[in-house]
């Protein structure tokens, strides 16, 4: 194994009165990509910190080989002072060069003149992005990069760190971004840190084996307490077996819904009957929605029945939060009609999380001060309530703001399940969550009676848990798919296929690839061929991470998971030596013109 070229061992900070954590040891490889893993309020925001120098630690020593740069993409940028994201992006004694930075601004579709104090959270994100790519880090320590950020940006930063040639470790809730980009996982987990050389992809497996491994430990001592302790983890597991029956109702679900559908995408229900007029909730027929000269919406139509979960994804800037207002009846279309049940009432979760005053307490927020709360007509101790949304019940009378943002976040779902309602719009609500709460957040959904609308650039989280996908391109057509994310994206391949062919067609050169390059026939023939194999390699490594995946696994065949493990890491390394065999290749193109 290549020497580190970042490490901290013996690692301790102490937080309030006690240890946050300590003894922790930490080696970064030359070309590691670590997912960072924890619980919100385990302390992975802080680790990242003090791995990158920002934080100073209580114990334990920090080496760096010399001529490494280290660079930190905040969670929250700080752009107070700076009058436009330009001058943000260039402040700073290692401010990256300034057409570097222009060059990833250009390609992440920002425009950095924008004023500061009127950019929005995915332009200041976009900003830090550009920021900290800039820079050319050696190790580039990234806290929730794709919140704010929409599909397509998302899509971008996962192409860069795929050619990336230093080593990151990433926190991030987005299970699909996880997946894709990283080979080993550090999990940060009541004050310990434990690493594996699996990705992501094997985590849940993992986290599986050491829980059981523990109870039985436990079990054996006849340790009550240490089994209590145990009461979310056992919680953690039952759910996530739970959910994986609640994809299959999803299914069930989605080809239902697809029978609705018509086949020119117009969500025409081919169904009529009594009962079905009285399920339904929304009815947009016609609806067209124009701003100035733009068209956002054009000639919509969708019938929305109780019980469904339906997605919307699209760009920044698309019109999901038109559609959204539409839907909802808060604005009017210009053209067509959109009908609302009068029983309709709904419970709106935005992105703004207003409700969350740092001076209140929990128990202010949930209870109004009590100690019962009324959830869905069923009476509850806040103290009980507290604990089925993962949090330990004496933060109860802790103050909002001493909690983390995916804790609050967390908190307020906790409070708007509770209301009766028949309609729940959600708007980006898997933002700050750790993975556990999405799990919850996906069970809840998935118990609830009424219709959901979720506005989302969560892959992962939406082909969990939605219907019927509503996908906008910018044009003013919505697509309208049964099924989630990958459903929608399946039914534009086809036609975004179709568009690079015809301009491939259009702007292709007369004179062929290797007359222009002047590559040798090898180096020709691997340029042309590595992308294929590249791909077959990481197909094969998504592959075999999904049978890891699988929590009866590691407990039918241990021996197995180890092998299956061994050949990810050896992929791994066939993918690196190709990946970096094709960039030098690529250099020499480009160099040649």
């Known amino acids: 194994m290549a020497a580190p070229v970042l490490s901290f061992e013996d690692l301790g900070v102490i937080q309030g009165s006690g240890w946050l954590f300590r003894h922790l040891d930490i080696h970064v490889g030359q070309r590691d990509r670590l997912a960072l893993i924890g619980r919100n309020g385990a302390g992975k925001s802080t680790l990242l910190k003090l791995i990158a120098g920002i934080l100073d630690s209580d114990e334990g020593r920090r080496t760096l080989v010399p001529g490494t740069h280290v660079v930190y993409l905040e969670q929250e940028p700080d752009l107070t002072g700076v009058p436009t994201l330009r001058d943000y992006v260039l402040s700073g004694n290692d401010a990256p060069q300034p057409h570097e930075a222009e060059a990833i601004a250009d390609q992440l579709g920002i425009d950095l003149s ?44 996962e192409d860069w760190l795929k050619r990336f040639t230093g080593a990151f470790i990433v926190i991030s809730h987005d299970r699909t971004f996880l997946t894709r980009l990283t080979r080993s996982t550090l999990w940060l987990d009541r004050g310990n840190l434990r690493r594996n050389e699996v990705g992501f992809g094997g985590f849940d497996a993992w986290t599986e084996a050491v829980y059981a491994e523990e109870t039985r430990a436990a079990e054996k001592l006849d340790a009550k307490l240490k089994i209590e302790e145990h009461w979310l983890h056992r919680g953690v597991t039952a759910r996530r077996k739970r959910n994986q029956g609640r994809l299959e109702k999803l299914h069930q679900m989605r080809a239902t819904r697809a029978a609705m559908i018509g086949p020119q995408g117009a969500a025409k229900l081919g169904i009529a009957s009594d009962d079905v007029k009285t399920k339904e909730v929304i009815k947009a027929e016609h609806v067209t929605k124009r701003y100035g000269d733009r068209t956002v919406i054009k000639d919509f139509s969708l019938k929305v029945t109780r019980g469904d979960r339906i997605g919307i994804v699209g760009a920044n800037g698309a019109g999901k939060t038109t559609l959204l207002r539409l839907l909802t009846g808060e604005i009017q279309p210009d053209e067509g009609e959109v009908k609302l049940a009068r029983t309709l009432d709904g419970v ?11 001076e209140k307490r929990v128990r202010e927020v949930l209870a109004d001060g009590g100690d019962w709360i009324d959830v869905r007509g069923v009476r509850k101790h806040v103290h009980g309530y507290l604990k089925e949304f993962l ?31 028949n309609l729940l719009v959600l708007d980006e609500p898997t933002n700050d969550l750790d993975l556990e ?21 969560d892959r992962d989280f ?8 509503l996908g906008l391109d910018g044009s003013g057509t919505i697509d309208v798919v049964a099924g989630g994310y990958e459903d929608w994206v399946a039914k534009r391949k086809p036609r975004t296929e179709g568009k ?46 999904a049978r890891l995946a699988d929590p009866d696994f590691y407990a039918k065949d241990p021996a197995g998971f180890a092998r299956l493990s061994a050949a990810i890491g050896k992929a791994r390394e066939e993918k690196d030596e190709a990946e970096m065999r094709w960039l030098e290749l690529a250099e020499q193109v480009e160099a040649l013109g």
């Open 500 to 545: 690079k062919a015809a301009t491939k067609a259009i702007s292709a050169p007369a004179a062929p690839v290797q007359a222009r390059t002047k590559l040798s026939y090898k180096d020709q023939r691997d340029y042309d061929l590595l992308p294929g194999r590249i791909e077959e390699i990481e197909a094969g490594i998504a592959r075999d991470e």
């Open 462 to 469: 939406l082909d969990r848990t939605v219907t019927v996908t």
């Open 114 to 157: 924008r004023e500061s104090a009127t950019a929005s959270g995915g332009e200041r994100r976009r900003a830090a992005i550009v920021r900290a790519l800039a820079m050319n880090p050696d190790v580039l320590l990234l806290d929730e990069p794709t919140n704010h950020l929409d599909l397509a940006a998302i899509e971008w930063l």
């Open 391 to 421: 949090f330990d019940p004496s933060l109860a009378e802790a103050r909002i703001g001493t909690l983390s943002g995916g804790e609050r976040s967390r908190l307020l779902l906790a409070r708007e399940f509770a209301r009766e309602s």
């Open 348 to 358: 709106i979760i935005d992105q703004q999380r207003r409700l969350m005053a740092p």
């Open 437 to 457: 709460t999405l799990d919850l957040l996906q069970e809840v959904i998935g118990d609830y009676d009424g219709t959901v609308l979720i506005v989302s650039h």
